[in-house]
């Protein structure tokens, strides 16, 4: 009796004994998960060319952040010459105009090339060394996020745009301090004025976009063919996306981007950007402004249908998708000329 009670005692402590190690096995797995999670999207993508002093120099009010293609420079130029010049935004404004890119493969050296001559001229592309994909888009979001943040963080106002939109920046700027100053007691949005400077700014803490609310997440176990299924370690448990913003144009204040940054690190990325950007907004407590009525996806060709929308307030931005893009030059020189006949309309801004 006496031995079977001994055995028992000693049965017990080893089982004790074996359970409390695995439970700090578990423990100990579960904080080096959380920290790997952490660090892995903390993940800086070193960078390949960039101007770091840029921002410094310029001390811009106004940083338009492009995300398109690296072999695309041909719509690299028709920016540069259009809503991405200075000479065409109210004179008592600086802009900063920065397209963000990815790395290349080796099979592409001579567009590496290309964008090497391109940065020796403009100083105004930042690449970074993920790879040059579609599915690559919140890498490209991220590493922006990190530029402005570090580089550009005086500046007041930040457009987030991709390169297949056009718009009109004195156009943009009259209606968009109309929408902002009309709704100023319910929004806080005024404009900001100093001794020299007269310039639409969002209040803090504040983006303005297409906003998108109620959309549902897909899954891979129930959408296995959906292009935008995701599989269940994005945002678990939950059925719909938080609120976010349409990519092609959002306007947001200048703390934002650094904001975003610091919710990164717990927050796993996955490929959609904008959805992703919509989780870092609800996580940083991020105020939406909706402004659709003022965007507009797409047009079916160069009339004066299409003039009319823009230069009559209703959209100031345009999408537009596929082959359309490449008629940016001719539809911006026709709108230039539109709203510079436009007798007295922009007297205020000029």
């Given at each position: 009796m006496q031995r079977w009670t001994i055995a028992t005692v000693i049965i017990i402590l080893l089982v004790t004994f074996i359970i409390k190690l695995l439970r700090q096995n578990a423990q100990h797995g579960k904080k080096t998960t959380t920290q790997s999670t952490a660090s892995e999207y903390q993940k800086f993508y070193p960078y390949i060319m960039a101007d770091f002093e840029r921002c410094e120099r310029e001390s811009p009010d106004i940083i338009i952040w492009v995300q398109g293609r690296a072999t695309s420079n041909q719509l690299r130029s028709m920016i540069r010459d259009t809503y991405g010049n200075q000479k065409n935004w109210p004179h008592n404004m600086t802009v900063t105009l920065i397209f963000f890119i990815g790395e290349l493969p080796k099979n592409k050296i001579q567009y590496q090339n290309m964008l090497q001559y391109e940065f020796g001229l403009y100083k105004d592309i930042v690449q970074n060394n993920?790879?040059?994909?579609?599915?690559?888009?919140?890498?490209?979001?991220?590493?922006?996020?990190?530029?402005?943040?570090?580089?550009?963080?005086?500046?007041?106002?930040?457009?987030?745009?991709?390169?297949?939109?056009?718009?009109?920046?004195?156009?943009?700027?009259?209606?968009?301090?109309?929408?902002?100053?009309?709704?100023?007691?319910?929004?806080?949005?005024?404009?900001?004025?100093?001794?020299?400077?007269?310039?639409?700014?969002?209040?803090?803490?504040?983006?303005?976009?297409?906003?998108?609310?109620?959309?549902?997440?897909?899954?891979?176990?129930?959408?296995?063919?959906?292009f935008n299924a995701v599989d269940d370690t994005v945002l678990p448990g939950e059925a719909l996306y938080p609120p976010f913003c349409a990519g092609f144009f959002v306007a947001m204040s200048g703390d934002v981007p650094g904001k975003l940054r610091s919710h990164i690190a717990t927050n796993k990325p996955f490929w959609m950007d904008d959805r992703y950007m919509g989780v870092l907004q609800k996580r940083a407590s991020i105020n939406n402004i909706n402004i659709s009525p003022i965007l507009d996806f797409g047009y079916k060709s160069i009339t004066s249908d299409v003039l009319d929308l823009l230069a009559n307030h209703k959209k100031i931005v345009r999408h537009l998708p596929g082959k359309q893009k490449f008629h940016i030059s001719q539809l911006y020189g026709y709108l230039d000329l539109s709203i510079r006949g436009l007798k007295g309309h922009f007297e205020t801004i000029k």
């Open positions: 993920y790879s040059e994909s579609y599915r690559n888009q919140v890498s490209k979001m991220v590493s922006a996020i990190n530029y402005i943040t570090d580089y550009c963080n005086q500046s007041k106002l930040i457009l987030r745009i991709d390169d297949d939109v056009i718009f009109h920046p004195r156009l943009m700027f009259d209606t968009l301090s109309d929408v902002f100053l009309n709704s100023s007691e319910s929004s806080q949005q005024h404009l900001h004025q100093s001794s020299n400077l007269t310039i639409f700014q969002l209040p803090r803490n504040t983006i303005a976009c297409h906003l998108i609310s109620d959309f549902e997440v897909w899954r891979k176990k129930d959408h296995p063919k959906h």
